[in-house]
């Protein structure tokens, strides 16, 4: 046995290669009960999973004892997505396993990379937010915080996207089908979750209100499955909670004895919907019945489940906002609010104000949005069938709120209809986000921009009513899986010219800062790169049949596919410049490959039509001789986490091109940055930041500031002017709408290039010749290639602060107020 390499690192024991070869070979007999010879590739990795998980074991029962012991206060973190990806490199790396388990399987003839091919990619989330929410897990269990993530178990996450002559292709992700080697199943930690009925009021002898029981008519149970989350070095391992729907099995057989066996049934498939599927909408949404349905069902089982943990050990509610910080990611669960109160109120016996003095103690909320179209709100008759005894509580909330607002003077009428949990115009809706803020001590916004944005739009009312809750927390991302992990390329090369102290403290990665002057450096570097680039090149000959030139500059834009994040400027860049390289064959044009990837939500028509059009428009450029190998496009299908952590390394520039002051902070830009992409972006999210910490020298900034958009959109903009004044612009959006790039159907972008020379809501036109500029200043970066790598060198030594072990020790200080 050896130690982890640095003293100050806990222990952590490395059993040697012979040591793990057996142990799985144990795994492959017992757990799985198969022998060598007839053993598949799924079932070594099956073995493998196992062999990990039980050291796993080993550290999660240390520190759940530890927990309970120093009556340590737990953050739970609440979130309707958790996009996790693949988990077993993940462990193999935090516990110093990797090259040993690589020796282990290889001397049993089974190949790592292999099988951890064959893991499914979990994805039980959409963007963005669900993979904050995975990083976070792995970074409270790195920062030593004693953390419970709490989601559900759908059984089809994200949908697996295939593309069909240019379409995407919405198929079912079955990630569970050959079981999950990762849960533990805890049928004994189920809890009953009731819809509909009514509320009776029970009052006493004296006629005085006693309290509220609610009599719900559906019930269905929510069952528990476990993941341990391993930190670096395994500090410590938490848990991630995810709740699968389970019809109440007696009352079933009632019906189904009863001769009723449609109706058994019936009740069985609605228990199962309530995790059956994710909705696949990102930025936008989800008002369906069954969304609201999920929300509660996943927020009841977390707080009864928080409550039981509680009360177990500490015997009293009255402590909870002391020993729990329960946090809300994004509006998804901000039904807790009042079920916190109803538990507090109508279950424990408690009065108004003190449950709902706990209540706000308790929770804290982070906003990712600002869109309209994507804050949450559900009609009141909707919510009053559902939960009938959640609208009482909601309207004495809102009434609580309105006496608060009013008597402090300071607002008009019309700012209070703004305050109100109900919207009044229109369709009367419970307003989710003010639910949220109302019912917390903390919200906060995910980028320095972004929070001050919401300070002065959405809750600008809410700001002043209660001007010490709003606070900023810049997101990260895990340096494990994001840098150690995904690039062992450039974490070799890091250890070797600064040492491994990074690894444990990522803001000492500013070391490499010196190195960006170093040309030996600068080459090995470059090596680098260009290693992870082949291996891109290799997946996308394999998969796509189109091959690409390693040596040309690798342009990626990944993320999900919505308007805000202008896919389209991106696409209409593409044809401008394709359209000069034939103009222009004399000119020194840099070869660029320009990559797309993500998915588009199956309901939004215009992000679909942008996909199609990508590849359309990839068919043209890469078939066209006169290009000559100088610019292609590929579209990648089905971005997810895995093909993340194989597309960052690779990247040489990152599109981070939002209309500014739409995207909330951006994750994918951070982890570019992380693995050597120098970006071009705009002053949005937390580009804003990224710019800062890197320097004006090492990123491309282009475009329209926040302020300049609301002014175009305010004096009248015009992007037919606009469009008719950019000669590269018009001829773009001219061979798009006449069909060049697509023949078989020549009317098939009419309406998506109407839709910018009537309205152009995310300012393509405006931001135009600004980008396209700012990309030929990318080329003459490009073409001194020293000065390129010194940027690129510069942009990884500089954005160690996008850690999300920064973040997390920010909220732990500053909302939850636990100990790091
Ligand atoms: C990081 C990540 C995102 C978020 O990307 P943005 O560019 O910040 O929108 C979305 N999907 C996956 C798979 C990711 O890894």
């Given at each position: 046995m050896t130690r982890a390499?640095?003293?100050?690192?806990?222990?952590l024991e490395i059993p040697d290669p012979k040591t793990l070869a057996d142990e799985v070979l144990l795994a492959l007999k017992y757990r799985v009960g198969k022998g060598t010879t007839v053993a598949t590739q799924y079932d070594w990795l099956t073995a493998s999973i196992k062999v990990v998980r039980d050291r796993i074991v080993d550290h999660w029962m240390q520190a759940t004892q530890e927990a309970y012991a120093q009556q340590e206060k737990r953050v739970y973190y609440l979130s309707l997505e958790f996009l996790i990806g693949r988990l077993m490199r993940d462990a193999f790396s935090n516990l110093g396993l990797m090259d040993n388990m690589r020796e282990a399987l290889s001397s049993l003839g089974v190949d790592l990379d292999l099988i951890a091919a064959l893991e499914p990619d979990a994805a039980l989330g959409n963007g963005g937010l669900g993979r904050l929410a995975a990083c976070f897990m792995e970074s409270m269990a790195t920062v030593d915080i004693p953390a419970h993530g709490y989601g559900i178990r759908y059984a089809n996450g994200m949908f697996r996207q295939e593309i069909h002559d240019g379409w995407q292709v919405e198929l079912p992700e079955t990630w569970l089908d050959h079981g999950n080697s990762w849960e533990f199943e805890r049928r004994e930690r189920s809890f009953e979750v009731g819809f509909g009925g009514s509320v009776e009021s029970i009052t006493s002898k004296d006629g005085r209100l006693e309290r509220h029981v609610w009599k719900p008519t559906e019930h269905v149970l929510a069952v528990a499955y476990d993941t341990p989350v391993v930190g670096w070095r395994a500090k410590r391992v938490n848990t991630l909670r995810l709740w699968s729907g389970m019809p109440i099995d007696p009352i079933l057989l009632d019906k189904f004895n009863a001769g009723d066996h449609i109706g058994a049934l019936a009740e069985s498939n609605k228990a199962d919907a309530l995790s059956r599927v994710l909705y696949p909408a990102d930025s936008h949404k989800a008002g369906q019945e069954l969304r609201l349905r999920q929300e509660y069902f996943f927020s009841t089982a977390s707080l009864q489940d928080i409550l039981q943990r509680h009360l177990s050990q500490y015997g009293d509610l009255q402590s909870l906002p002391d020993k729990a910080a329960i946090h809300l990611n994004d509006t998804h669960p901000a039904i807790a609010v009042p079920e916190l109160m109803r538990l507090l109120m109508d279950v424990h016996g408690m009065d108004f104000d003190l449950a709902w003095s706990i209540t706000r103690r308790t929770f804290g909320y982070t906003n990712h949005t600002l869109l309209p179209e994507a804050l949450e709100s559900w009609p009141v008759p909707l919510f009053e069938r559902l939960l009938p005894r959640h609208m009482q509580i909601v309207y004495a909330i809102n009434a609580e709120v309105l006496l608060e607002a009013r008597a402090s003077d300071q607002f008009s009428g019309e700012q209070i209809s703004r305050i109100s949990l109900i919207q009044e115009n229109g369709d009367r809706r419970v307003r989710m986000g003010n639910l949220a803020f109302v019912g917390s001590h903390s919200i906060n916004g995910v980028s320095a921009l972004h929070t001050e944005l919401m300070k002065q739009t959405v809750f600008a009312d809410l700001h002043k009513l209660y001007p010490d809750r709003i606070n900023n927390k810049t997101n990260g991302i895990t340096p494990r899986r994001w840098l150690i992990q995904c690039n062992p390329g450039l974490t070799a090369l890091t250890r070797e010219a600064i040492g491994d102290r990074f690894m444990d403290d990522i803001d000492a990665i500013k070391g490499l800062d010196a190195f960006a002057d170093d040309a030996a450096f600068r080459e090995k570097f470059a090596a680098v790169k260009r290693a992870n680039k082949v291996r891109l090149a290799n997946l996308v000959a394999d998969r796509l049949g189109i091959k690409v030139d390693p040596s040309a500059l690798f342009d990626i834009q990944v993320k999900r596919i919505h308007e805000y994040k202008r896919q389209l400027l991106n696409i209409l860049e593409a044809i401008a410049l394709y359209d000069q390289i034939r103009s222009h064959p004399e000119r020194d044009w840099m070869p660029r490959v320009k990559f797309f990837g993500g998915k588009a939500a199956p309901s939004y028509h215009n992000a679909k039509l942008i996909i199609k059009l990508a590849n359309d428009v990839a068919k043209v450029i890469n078939r066209d001789p006169a290009v000559r190998g100088l610019l292609k496009v590929v579209f990648v299908p089905n971005y997810n986490v895995s093909l993340a952590e194989i597309m960052m390394p690779a990247a040489d520039l990152s599109e981070q091109i939002s209309t500014a002051g739409m995207e909330a902070s951006g994750t994918g830009n951070m982890k570019f940055a992380l693995n050597g992409a120098l970006t071009i972006g705009t002053l949005d999210g937390a580009n804003v930041e990224i710019k800062e910490c890197v320097g004006d020298d090492n990123i491309f900034i282009f475009g329209l500031t926040t302020a300049e958009v609301a002014e175009r959109r305010g004096n009248g903009y015009n992007p037919r002017s606009v469009i008719e004044g950019s000669p590269e612009l018009a001829q773009a959006v001219a061979a798009v709408s006449s069909g060049v790039f697509s023949p078989d159907d020549p009317e098939r972008y009419r309406e998506l290039i109407n839709g910018l020379y009537q309205s152009d809501w995310f300012m393509v036109a405006a931001d135009f010749d600004a980008y396209a500029d700012a990309q030929r200043a990318v080329d003459a970066v490009w073409r001194n290639s020293p000065d390129w790598y010194a940027k690129a060198i510069r942009n990884v030594a500089r954005v160690g602060w996008f850690s999300s072990d920064r973040t997390i020790r920010q909220y732990a200080k500053e909302i939850w107020n636990v100990p790091v």
């Amino acid at each position: 046995m050896t130690r982890a390499m640095t003293s100050e690192a806990p222990f952590l024991e490395i059993p040697d290669p012979k040591t793990l070869a057996d142990e799985v070979l144990l795994a492959l007999k017992y757990r799985v009960g198969k022998g060598t010879t007839v053993a598949t590739q799924y079932d070594w990795l099956t073995a493998s999973i196992k062999v990990v998980r039980d050291r796993i074991v080993d550290h999660w029962m240390q520190a759940t004892q530890e927990a309970y012991a120093q009556q340590e206060k737990r953050v739970y973190y609440l979130s309707l997505e958790f996009l996790i990806g693949r988990l077993m490199r993940d462990a193999f790396s935090n516990l110093g396993l990797m090259d040993n388990m690589r020796e282990a399987l290889s001397s049993l003839g089974v190949d790592l990379d292999l099988i951890a091919a064959l893991e499914p990619d979990a994805a039980l989330g959409n963007g963005g937010l669900g993979r904050l929410a995975a990083c976070f897990m792995e970074s409270m269990a790195t920062v030593d915080i004693p953390a419970h993530g709490y989601g559900i178990r759908y059984a089809n996450g994200m949908f697996r996207q295939e593309i069909h002559d240019g379409w995407q292709v919405e198929l079912p992700e079955t990630w569970l089908d050959h079981g999950n080697s990762w849960e533990f199943e805890r049928r004994e930690r189920s809890f009953e979750v009731g819809f509909g009925g009514s509320v009776e009021s029970i009052t006493s002898k004296d006629g005085r209100l006693e309290r509220h029981v609610w009599k719900p008519t559906e019930h269905v149970l929510a069952v528990a499955y476990d993941t341990p989350v391993v930190g670096w070095r395994a500090k410590r391992v938490n848990t991630l909670r995810l709740w699968s729907g389970m019809p109440i099995d007696p009352i079933l057989l009632d019906k189904f004895n009863a001769g009723d066996h449609i109706g058994a049934l019936a009740e069985s498939n609605k228990a199962d919907a309530l995790s059956r599927v994710l909705y696949p909408a990102d930025s936008h949404k989800a008002g369906q019945e069954l969304r609201l349905r999920q929300e509660y069902f996943f927020s009841t089982a977390s707080l009864q489940d928080i409550l039981q943990r509680h009360l177990s050990q500490y015997g009293d509610l009255q402590s909870l906002p002391d020993k729990a910080a329960i946090h809300l990611n994004d509006t998804h669960p901000a039904i807790a609010v009042p079920e916190l109160m109803r538990l507090l109120m109508d279950v424990h016996g408690m009065d108004f104000d003190l449950a709902w003095s706990i209540t706000r103690r308790t929770f804290g909320y982070t906003n990712h949005t600002l869109l309209p179209e994507a804050l949450e709100s559900w009609p009141v008759p909707l919510f009053e069938r559902l939960l009938p005894r959640h609208m009482q509580i909601v309207y004495a909330i809102n009434a609580e709120v309105l006496l608060e607002a009013r008597a402090s003077d300071q607002f008009s009428g019309e700012q209070i209809s703004r305050i109100s949990l109900i919207q009044e115009n229109g369709d009367r809706r419970v307003r989710m986000g003010n639910l949220a803020f109302v019912g917390s001590h903390s919200i906060n916004g995910v980028s320095a921009l972004h929070t001050e944005l919401m300070k002065q739009t959405v809750f600008a009312d809410l700001h002043k009513l209660y001007p010490d809750r709003i606070n900023n927390k810049t997101n990260g991302i895990t340096p494990r899986r994001w840098l150690i992990q995904c690039n062992p390329g450039l974490t070799a090369l890091t250890r070797e010219a600064i040492g491994d102290r990074f690894m444990d403290d990522i803001d000492a990665i500013k070391g490499l800062d010196a190195f960006a002057d170093d040309a030996a450096f600068r080459e090995k570097f470059a090596a680098v790169k260009r290693a992870n680039k082949v291996r891109l090149a290799n997946l996308v000959a394999d998969r796509l049949g189109i091959k690409v030139d390693p040596s040309a500059l690798f342009d990626i834009q990944v993320k999900r596919i919505h308007e805000y994040k202008r896919q389209l400027l991106n696409i209409l860049e593409a044809i401008a410049l394709y359209d000069q390289i034939r103009s222009h064959p004399e000119r020194d044009w840099m070869p660029r490959v320009k990559f797309f990837g993500g998915k588009a939500a199956p309901s939004y028509h215009n992000a679909k039509l942008i996909i199609k059009l990508a590849n359309d428009v990839a068919k043209v450029i890469n078939r066209d001789p006169a290009v000559r190998g100088l610019l292609k496009v590929v579209f990648v299908p089905n971005y997810n986490v895995s093909l993340a952590e194989i597309m960052m390394p690779a990247a040489d520039l990152s599109e981070q091109i939002s209309t500014a002051g739409m995207e909330a902070s951006g994750t994918g830009n951070m982890k570019f940055a992380l693995n050597g992409a120098l970006t071009i972006g705009t002053l949005d999210g937390a580009n804003v930041e990224i710019k800062e910490c890197v320097g004006d020298d090492n990123i491309f900034i282009f475009g329209l500031t926040t302020a300049e958009v609301a002014e175009r959109r305010g004096n009248g903009y015009n992007p037919r002017s606009v469009i008719e004044g950019s000669p590269e612009l018009a001829q773009a959006v001219a061979a798009v709408s006449s069909g060049v790039f697509s023949p078989d159907d020549p009317e098939r972008y009419r309406e998506l290039i109407n839709g910018l020379y009537q309205s152009d809501w995310f300012m393509v036109a405006a931001d135009f010749d600004a980008y396209a500029d700012a990309q030929r200043a990318v080329d003459a970066v490009w073409r001194n290639s020293p000065d390129w790598y010194a940027k690129a060198i510069r942009n990884v030594a500089r954005v160690g602060w996008f850690s999300s072990d920064r973040t997390i020790r920010q909220y732990a200080k500053e909302i939850w107020n636990v100990p790091v």
